[in-house]
């Protein structure tokens, strides 16, 4: 199959891009001008320029393509223009969806984030019918408005839609929230342990790629929906991993929660003024989503598509060697 694939460039998309390249899949990757693309000419995929704001770069580049995979998207918590959320994770999808109605995809895979089904009521969220609408950043607005437009277009006009759901992802590679939050620990930037008694669920990045490439393959599935991610581990179990597996000390101050929501506040109003991100990454964004506790079930991905979850040790282990490397 010919492959269409936004989001190559990036940190899932560098993954998966690898992935399908060890399949006879053909990969055309949507990349612009100024990305860097060595690791996608190394693997013989096909360059089509263009972004996926720009709606007939995209449907020109997917002409031809048998399947739709759509990893673009911006994964932020805080951004100096807040219409960079709607421009990519809105518009860009809906470009991407209506052209590959136009141009008739036979399957179209949408990578979207567990944190669209925001605080859940019943102690896990995710792989049900129901959305919450309690969302608490930019980012999560934005993926779960995104998300509507897909089964929209889904419900009335046939898309051949299946919607991947991943938790946090770790692994080597990631300069992203949850990557840098990571290095900062490492690379002793970060001495305060913040909000520790807080869930999320977390997964390897080889699993998210695996689990895409399994659910377009996989026959008989539109409409399906994939929560991807079984490693559920508290904010300060997290730092306790960080600090095995590097031999970094967790950060030894504790800041009481309602003390790191002011921060927050604070930090937030600073970054509007000065264009500056948010000190130590706090923004009312992250630590309103850190807050709804992300817990999920994603055991479907396992029974229906046949993944085995990698333990988050491997990935913490790549992602601490990773780091050393990049510093020397």
């Not at 999808?93 to 399957?107: I, P, Q």
């Amino acid at each position: 199959m010919k492959v269409f694939i936004t989001g190559s460039t990036g940190f899932l998309g560098t993954y998966f891009a690898r992935r399908l390249a060890r399949t006879d899949h053909e990969l055309y990757c949507l990349v612009r001008k100024t990305s860097k693309v060595d690791h996608l000419r190394e693997i013989g995929a096909n360059l089509v320029y263009g972004d996926v704001t720009d709606r007939q770069s995209v449907l020109e580049g997917m002409r031809g393509c048998d399947w739709v995979a759509h990893l673009a998207g911006i994964y932020s918590f805080w951004e100096p223009d807040k219409r960079v959320f709607t421009d990519v994770n809105v518009t860009g999808t809906r470009n991407v969806m209506e052209s590959a109605l136009e141009v008739g995809a036979s399957k179209v895979a949408h990578v979207s984030t567990i944190a669209v089904y925001g605080r859940p009521e019943g102690g896990y969220t995710g792989g049900g019918d129901a959305y919450r609408t309690n969302l608490r950043s930019d980012y999560s607005r934005t993926k779960y408005a995104g998300d509507m437009i897909c089964w929209e277009l889904y419900e009335k006009q046939g898309l051949p839609l299946v919607m991947i759901y991943p938790g946090s992802i770790l692994g080597a590679g990631d300069t992203k929230p949850s990557g840098e939050y990571i290095d900062n620990i490492i690379g002793r930037k970060l001495y305060v342990s913040i909000l520790a008694n807080y869930f999320n669920t977390y997964v390897h990045v080889d699993d998210v790629a695996e689990a895409i490439l399994r659910a377009l393959e996989k026959p008989d599935n539109i409409g399906e929906k994939y929560p991807v991610g079984n490693c559920e581990m508290t904010w300060g179990e997290l730092n306790k991993l960080i600090s095995e597996v590097s031999g970094v000390p967790e950060p030894a101050i504790r800041i009481p929660d309602p003390l790191v929501t002011y921060f927050a506040v604070w930090s937030t109003w600073f970054a509007e003024l000065s264009k500056l991100p948010p000190l130590l990454g706090l923004s009312i964004g992250t630590v309103g989503t850190i807050k709804q506790n992300l817990l999920f079930d994603g055991s479907k991905a396992e029974r229906e598509l046949g993944i085995t979850y990698t333990p988050i040790l491997t990935a913490m282990q790549e992602k601490v060697a990773a780091h050393r490397a990049r510093s020397g």
